[in-house]
């Protein structure tokens, strides 16, 4: 990502649910320089923010993809451009 969109990474949230909690990704992360965060596993208030924004964004990744015609390649790039708007 830090390739895509020229900028350094310095922060990641998410939640306790184990994707992001594995030894050789929290190494990675403390390597890079990544502050990590981590909300409360399964607490609605805490983790409805990020979630909500989630789906937001690819409800708008679908819907240009749709409505331009572009094929999945396009992908990341759409969601680069939705995540600038």
């Not at 990474?9 to 990675?28: A, N, V």
């Not at 990744?61 to 572009?70: E, W």
Request: hydrophobic share 35%.
């Amino acid at each position: 990502m830090e390739k895509n969109i020229e900028r350094k990474i310095k922060e990641l949230r998410s939640d306790s649910s184990g994707e992001y909690t594995s030894d050789p990704f929290l190494q990675l992360c403390r390597d890079e320089g990544i502050e990590r965060h981590f909300t409360v596993r399964e607490k609605l208030p805490q983790n409805w923010v990020t979630k909500r924004m989630n789906r937001t964004l690819l409800e708008k990744v679908r819907c240009m993809l749709s409505n331009i015609g572009l094929s999945n390649f396009f992908w990341v790039n759409v969601l680069a451009y939705a995540c600038h708007l």
